[in-house]
């Protein structure tokens, strides 16, 4: 049944209008709020201590991103004029008002967590980060030793005055602002010196343990001294700039950082060659507005003035800070040599059929599809099946599409193998992988070099989707296997994030690739596919059809039941509908790792709806959408989050998981784990806020798949 005869099978009463903007939350504060969760992990006292670092610099590069996205977004909006307003009903200048304070008000408070609570836990945990002034004459030395012999050579001091314009400030960088003049008196000059990121930013400093060491800059891991002390780089620099201006009075010295609009605008319909736009693009974002200028909080006001003026910015644009600027160099301190302060490590399991190099996997996949649970469950069976099929005689080719592959990719050296081997190798790279974009073109470019089919994608759609097809010859027989996955095909964040993937020679899953692959590569009018769901093409019409199938179920006197995990919740129609399946009495729970624009528990619309947000040691990344269907239960993963533009503008996939032992799997463990989760969940009100329901220990759903990762290949 179509989403509109499903639609019209029902009375047009049973659907009221569901357009008052109170019902919606803004995306942006919502993302807001997720970063607010990332900042409470930080302040949990039952993480290690330097996981709570790690949680702090992860929000600092988040706050960076939003600016450089979200923030640089609606402050375009303005700038072109746009007056329409968003689900909430708040126009962009309305919105950006909002968004300013709450950002404000939450970077204040991390800052304050830094200085009250983390730095001290970390100093009686003898890792200190100190200040030059504390310094004894020994340890001074040593770095103005190493200032002189690593760092001078690389700084590169740029002057402001009528022969030498203002200096380009690149986006994140940290800078030190410098307010010089002749001896005695004169005019004031301004200066910058950029921090070089390309050095050490947290200079560890000797300090003296149980028995004397030479004085020497202790090495970040190793067996040092028991205890660890720092100062940051910029406080050196600052100390030397004597050295960078001789013979010249320093007035004062401050350090600022900036954050421009990273959004890359591509004109594809205009282009002849996407690589080249792409590149060009990339380099342009070094020059795009900046959004967001953040300051030492002792710099005088005419010195921050004078450096927004030049970067063209309001006041509201400006932040002062009290701490070290850019939170996100806070991750340094993860080198260090410290079990004690970290998560225990743990060894991913390898399934059974997948742990020797002798295994048979296209043998065990026949068997039965496998589904495998990441980062519990190890991502090398997916490195060695690409491996396998690059020397196996009988694979014909390979078809792949990659959109974060991060470094030193496994994936690419097992695909330019199937190359020296003679298979037919097609890869659809996707270029638009924000942030990854320079990596992309570079693999693109060592993939064409050495015979690989290349392609860039569709005009105006980004390629999201996680598929790997294999062609195999077996005997007078084409068999087609698949993976298919929720997570990049990057072994490193593979360990980091939790992700699902399933291996599959289901021969109508196998046509459906086939038939994709065709949709990217050439051309295709297809809009039809047999299991898959895909976007732009038909994933929205079937989400729509099953949530009011579950409507309908509901309304027939039975039970309908809908669990869908997602990273991000913002597709208005989607949004709609699921109101009306709560106001037909579909019990539903949606488990929205960040941004979720639905209010649940509402009264009239949302009762029958819960919110909950699961954060922890790893990201939260698989999507996984579960419905009952009257016992005859359904369930897909994939790549797709129910936003616009993962539903309008992206190539996505949604698979089916076929198998009543995964599904079972996935509804009794996967799922029930996360809904009861008492540790790293969430649960969102009505207001957009969230609130830890218990704090008690036990009840951790991803310390309870560490647990069981040693039989979860069994089932």
Not at 71 to 93: C, H, K, L
Not at 310 to 333: M, N, Y
Not at 336 to 342: G, Q
Not at 442 to 466: F, N, P
Request: charged letters at 25%; proline letters at 5%.
């Amino acid at each position: 049944m179509c989403a509109e005869a499903a639609r019209a099978s029902l009375k047009l009463a049973d659907f009221p209008e569901l357009n008052d903007p109170s019902l919606y939350l803004n995306r942006e504060l919502s993302h807001l709020e997720f970063q607010r969760r990332v900042l409470e992990e930080a302040r949990d006292r039952r993480n290690p201590l330097l996981e709570r670092v790690k949680f702090l610099s992860i929000f600092g590069s988040n706050i960076d991103e939003f600016f450089m996205v979200r923030v640089a977004g609606v402050m375009q909006q303005i700038e072109n004029g746009v007056q329409e307003t968003g689900m909430d009903g708040r126009g962009p200048v309305e919105a950006l008002d909002t968004i300013r304070a709450s950002v404000g008000r939450l970077v204040n408070s991390a800052y304050e967590f830094l200085r009250e609570d983390l730095l001290p836990a970390l100093d009686e945990n003898r890792v200190r980060l100190m200040s030059l002034s504390g310094l004894s004459l020994e340890q001074r030395a040593q770095l103005d030793t190493f200032f002189a012999e690593k760092v001078f050579p690389v700084l590169t001091p740029l002057a402001f005055d009528p022969g030498r314009p203002f200096p380009h400030i690149s986006n994140l960088s940290l800078n030190i602002a410098v307010a010089i003049r002749e001896p005695g008196g004169g005019p004031e000059h301004f200066a910058r010196v950029k921090v070089p990121d390309s050095l050490p930013q947290l200079l560890p400093v000797a300090l003296l343990p149980i028995t004397p060491l030479p004085v020497a800059l202790v090495p970040l891991t190793g067996s040092g001294p028991r205890e660890h002390g720092f100062v940051w780089l910029e406080q050196l620099i600052i100390a030397n700039l004597h050295h960078l201006f001789p013979g010249l009075e320093i007035l004062r010295a401050h350090v600022f950082h900036l954050t421009r609009d990273a959004e890359v605008a591509i004109k594809e319909l205009e282009t002849d060659d996407l690589l080249e736009t792409i590149e060009e693009a990339v380099w342009q974002r070094r020059f795009r507005d900046a959004v967001r200028l953040q300051v030492d909080a002792r710099m005088p006001s005419a010195m921050i003035d004078f450096i927004a003026g030049k970067l063209e910015l309001d006041a509201a644009d400006i932040f002062r800070v009290q701490g070290p600027l850019d939170l996100s160099r806070l991750r340094h301190l993860l080198a260090l040599d410290r079990p004690d302060l970290k998560d225990k490590p743990f060894l991913a399991h390898t399934p059974p059929g997948f742990a020797s190099k002798e295994d048979d996997v296209f043998d065990l996949i026949r068997q039965r599809d496998q589904l495998l649970h990441h980062p519990y469950e190890s991502f090398q069976p997916v490195v060695e099946f690409l491996r396998k099929a690059a020397k196996d005689p009988d694979v014909l080719a390979i078809k792949m599409t990659l959109y974060r592959l991060g470094r030193n990719s496994p994936i690419v050296e097992a695909l330019l193998e199937a190359v020296e081997h003679g298979k037919q190798v097609a890869v659809v790279v996707e270029l638009k992988a924000r942030f990854d974009e320079e990596s992309n073109i570079e693999w693109a470019r060592a993939l064409e070099r050495e015979g690989v089919h290349v392609v860039y994608g569709l005009l105006g759609l980004k390629v999201h989707s996680k598929v790997i097809l294999v062609v195999r010859r077996e005997g007078d027989v084409i068999r087609r296997y698949c993976h298919l996955a929720t997570g990049n095909y990057n072994p490193a964040t593979a360990r980091l994030y939790t992700d699902l993937g399933l291996f599959t020679c289901n021969e109508e899953i196998g046509a459906d690739a086939t038939d994709l692959f065709n949709y990217l590569t050439g051309y295709s009018r297809k809009k039809t596919f047999r299991k898959l769901l895909v976007a732009p093409l038909n994933l929205r019409q079937r989400m729509e059809e099953m949530i009011l199938r579950e409507i309908e179920i509901q309304r027939r006197g039975g039970r309908g039941r809908m669990i869908l995990k997602m990273n991000a919740l913002e597709d208005g129609p989607i949004i709609k509908l699921l109101y009306q399946a709560s106001q037909a009495g579909v019990a539903t729970d949606l488990i929205v790792r960040g941004a979720c624009c639905l209010r649940p528990q509402t009264p009239g619309v949302s009762e029958n709806i819960h919110v909950r947000s699961v954060l922890g040691r790893f990201l939260e990344h698989s999507r996984i959408f579960y419905f009952r269907n009257n016992g005859a239960e359904e369930c897909y993963l994939g790549s797709a989050d129910l936003m616009p533009r993962n539903l309008n503008r992206r190539v996505e996939v949604l698979f089916p998981v076929n198998r009543p032992e995964s599904i079972k799997r996935i509804r009794d463990e996967i799922l029930h784990s996360y809904l009861h989760d008492e540790i790293g969940a969430r649960h969102m009100s009505k207001d957009g806020s969230y609130s830890a329901k218990s704090r008690r220990a036990g009840g951790d759903c991803q310390a309870w798949f560490l647990s069981q990762r040693t039989i979860a290949g069994l089932r």
